[in-house]
């Protein structure tokens, strides 16, 4: 019995491990994502690469979706799918014209305010009220986000509130997620609400078509652009599946801090792609952010261990 019990441990450690290395790996594919998409910034709008990448994505969702369908519990097209489709559209948009005229860092610091606006929504709309510490935590977290947008906010103009009404619709779709996987999978939410993102981006175009908008096309990309969106799509499908399953071995808590590697991954490939470095105001603020924001979890993570002691055991 104790060597069942030694195996079964050493499993759940293997299963914990495999989960934070997935999670690990995923934040460093994401900035390499949104350096494909700043790169095609340079021949057409920030619009349209959205639209490219957002198509592109739910392409590459519907093998995956095919292998794991076993997965799929509760329906798939819901009012929730819709919402989460028009945030993800909302934070893809921002983020991109953000990349487009800023340094990729910069503009992912100013978006990593996103889990202390969770923290706050989480109270009226999930009924998850924090605690003064965090309430302050977020205080602290949102100076920092000041301290990036202020010298920046000279530098490149009104462009840069664009991450943070980026952090915001994330935040919300965190919210509808939540809402939403109560009664679904994950996995039939998510599948939901990229096939309702592709088909608006669709609809977008031919609205914009209709109206006599001026649009590049994908024939004005130079021969490297539609590979690079193909592998925009690749990437956005395999991060999906790492963080899926890193959620599904590992709670959500010790993964938390992991996220914060995006702007490591941010800062190298800002370097390397874009000749692009933080300057001191950028470093500090955003150190502030990740102080504040790793502060969070950890009272999230101290509040789980007293709620768990203070529970009867159960058989």
């Known amino acids: 019995m104790a060597f069942l019990d030694a195996v079964s441990t050493r499993e759940i450690d293997m299963d914990k491990r495999l989960g934070m290395l997935a999670m690990c790996l995923a934040m460093v594919f994401l900035p390499i994502g949104d350096a494909i998409s700043k790169s095609l910034t340079a021949y057409a709008a920030p619009f349209e690469?959205?639209?490219?990448?957002?198509?592109?994505?739910?392409?590459?969702?519907?093998?995956?979706a095919v292998l794991l369908r076993r997965h799929f519990?509760?329906?798939?097209?819901?009012?929730?799918?819709?919402?989460?489709?028009?945030?993800?559209?909302?934070?893809?948009?921002?983020?991109?014209?953000?990349?487009?005229s800023m340094p990729i860092a910069t503009a992912i610091a100013i978006f990593f305010v996103e889990p202390l606006l969770l923290t706050l929504l989480a109270g009226p709309?999930?009924?998850?009220?924090?605690?003064?510490?965090?309430?302050?935590?977020?205080?602290?977290?949102?100076?920092?986000?000041?301290?990036?947008?202020?010298?920046?906010?000279?530098?490149?103009?009104?462009?840069?509130?664009?991450?943070?009404?980026?952090?915001?619709?994330?935040?919300?779709?965190?919210?509808?997620?939540?809402?939403?996987?109560?009664?679904?999978?994950?996995?039939s939410?998510?599948?939901?609400?990229?096939?309702i993102a592709g088909g608006l981006s669709l609809l977008a175009v031919l609205l914009a078509q209709g109206l006599d908008i001026d649009t590049t096309g994908l024939a004005t990309l130079p021969e490297w652009g539609p590979w690079a969106l193909a592998s925009a799509g690749a990437l956005a499908l395999v991060t999906f599946m790492m963080i899926t399953f890193a959620f599904s071995k590992v709670e959500a808590s010790l993964l938390a801090p992991f996220q914060y590697l995006e702007i490591v991954g941010a800062t190298a490939v800002g370097y390397l792609f874009f000749n692009e470095v933080p300057d001191g105001m950028t470093l500090f603020g955003t150190a502030i952010i990740l102080t504040s924001g790793a502060y969070v979890f950890y009272r999230e993570r101290v509040r789980g261990v007293d709620g768990a002691a203070t529970r009867p055991s159960e058989r």
């Open 49 to 64: 690469v959205t639209v490219w990448r957002t198509v592109a994505q739910a392409a590459f969702f519907l093998p995956g």
């Open 73 to 100: 519990r509760g329906s798939i097209l819901s009012l929730g799918s819709l919402l989460s489709a028009c945030l993800i559209l909302t934070v893809t948009l921002s983020l991109i014209t953000a990349f487009a």
């Open 125 to 187: 709309f999930l009924g998850e009220v924090p605690g003064w510490r965090r309430y302050a935590a977020v205080g602290v977290g949102l100076i920092g986000a000041l301290v990036v947008i202020r010298p920046n906010f000279a530098t490149f103009g009104p462009v840069v509130l664009l991450p943070l009404l980026a952090a915001l619709a994330y935040a919300m779709n965190m919210v509808v997620m939540r809402k939403s996987t109560r009664t679904r999978s994950a996995l």
């Open 189 to 195: 939410f998510q599948f939901g609400a990229s096939m």
